[in-house]
């Protein structure tokens, strides 16, 4: 089996996110620390619990794919280290918004040649939180998908998935599709685990397959960001104010108040 | 003829979801604004009830599109068969609310009709004539302004953004039934499974303390049981992060996909206010939100925010509520 897992580097968004001048996306300071999106910790778990689960099939391998500025590199370091076997860049060097049909269309150009037997995202990335890369993916590829999946199993002798996908309110739908497949992870399938001192030092010396965006066939822009802004302060709430010590004591009394206490 | 907007309807168990009516307010006000005619899709294999329904309810024609395959959803089936009636209605905007199902589907469509693809969407905003669609980022930090970049648009409403839809007067409006057999080749819907998660009603609390990754380690919990005890019908709620990193059981989680509740008075401890959580606590009757980051979204929603660490806040709270009950 070939497995390509789809990785996102994000800011961590705790603390203040400054918007451009252009209003056109956000600039990072030098105090930004960046990471993997979280729902992409739980794909890349999903396919090495997947590798370890056909250990008899020694040919399987976990391809880690990213599109991003240099930066980006770590994050697939960290993939590797958590246990995949190769990472792939698509390298597009500036700080904007890319969107996520044409971070799709990249990865697609990439892949569609490569004879992946699945292909893993997380359901959402946590800075533009689209919900679609994976979906146009297995669209552009012609590969049927299963979205937000919270459990899945490999039957039939390695032909088709047993997938069940998250819907609201907690209940599942179970489907089955034929491979090679397109899923989105959703958060909670598994429990990602912390890379070993030894996976750590592997990735160290593993090379990066490095290729530039700019060399990837795309297909026509489809919808623009125009610009960012910091969401209206809400009218009907407020902040409380003075030491820790005061703001507990308002809390109370306003808890009082309104006969909670 | 005028052009259209079209609502792909979202119904289980022969029940239509709230959240559709909510899409079809969207639908209304930005057709409106441009004249265009709202027309109703609904997808399924018994749907004549809720069609009427629907255009009794809209007073706009609706297209029922049936099949044994469309039993429940499955996105290569709802895709095959909407396609081609998509093409020849020629709509130029076609939304559906963000759901599970809703940002499953609404991509293959986009990609089929060389349509943008727009999700979570939340306001309309017209600038100098172009309408654009306003939609969160980094967890509602930022709001971006989305805009096609082409004749087409495939929109998810974010629940909770819109009104319900008003019973519109006036017209009957009318349904015509389609049937299909497009069958999907390469997967296949076999059931709906109910929530395995145990059952605990959040719905009967009064007050509800909410835990999220911001508690940042499972001892702190114990802050929050105090906490609970000094209201009288409390319990612990939680983010998906927290139940995620097994802090709390699924049971707890609050959000679109664990339990909507509306307590008279939420306390979320460290949750940053992501749309998936908001959605389900935003009914609640008075919210306060206690997160150490100024900037976190969670303010946005709380009638009243305490910028501090909850690790040493809760225990202050803890201590002044002993002198306050002390002294009363
Ligand atoms: C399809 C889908 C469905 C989803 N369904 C749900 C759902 O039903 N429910 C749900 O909750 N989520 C859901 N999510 C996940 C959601 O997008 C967020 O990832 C999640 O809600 C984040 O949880 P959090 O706020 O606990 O964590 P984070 O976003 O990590 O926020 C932690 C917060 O804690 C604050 N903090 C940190 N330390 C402290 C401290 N010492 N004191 C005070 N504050 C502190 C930080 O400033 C931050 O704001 C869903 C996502 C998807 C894609
Ligand atoms: N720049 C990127 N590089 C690699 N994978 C990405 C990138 N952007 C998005 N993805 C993948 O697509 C998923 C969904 O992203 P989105 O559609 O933007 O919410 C993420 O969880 C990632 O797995």
Redesign the pocket.
Known sequence: MKLLVCVKQVPDS?GHLSINQEGSWVTYEGKTAFRMN??DEFAIEEALLIRDHISHDKQTSINAVSVGPPRTSLTLKKAMAMGADEGIHILWDQNLYMSPFDTASLIASYAKDKAYDMILTG??A?DDMH?LVGQFIAEILGYPCAT?VIHQEIINGGSQLSVEREIESGRRECLRLNLPAVLTI??GINTPRYPSLSNVIRARDQKIITMDAENLQTLKKREELVSLSYPEPSSKGFFLDGTQREKAQTLLRILHEKSFI | MKRQIAVIVEHTGNRILPVTYESLSFAMELGERLGLNLSVLILGNSIEAMAKQLAERTGSHVTGIKGAQLESYNGEAYKGAIVEILEAFDPSYICMPHT?TGFDLAPRIAFFLNASCVTSVEKIRVREGNIRFIRSMF?GKLHAEMAPATAKAVLTILPGAWPSLEIHPGSKGSVHIIRTNFSPIASQTLEIKESRKEKLNLGDADVIISA???I?KPANLHLLEELAKIFPKSVLGS????CDLGWLGYQH??????QTVSPRLYIA?????????IS?MRGSQTIIG????PD?S?FNAADYGIV????TFIPTLLEEFRHFSESS
């Open positions: 705790e979280r729902f359901v959402m946590e919900c937000s959703q958060s | 599970a967890n999220g990754r911001g940042r983010s998906k992060a927290a989680q609050i959000g679109i996909t664990g401890c460290g949750i940053s206010g992501a749309v998936q959580h389900g206690i997160n150490s980051d976190a969670i501090e660490d909850l690790e």
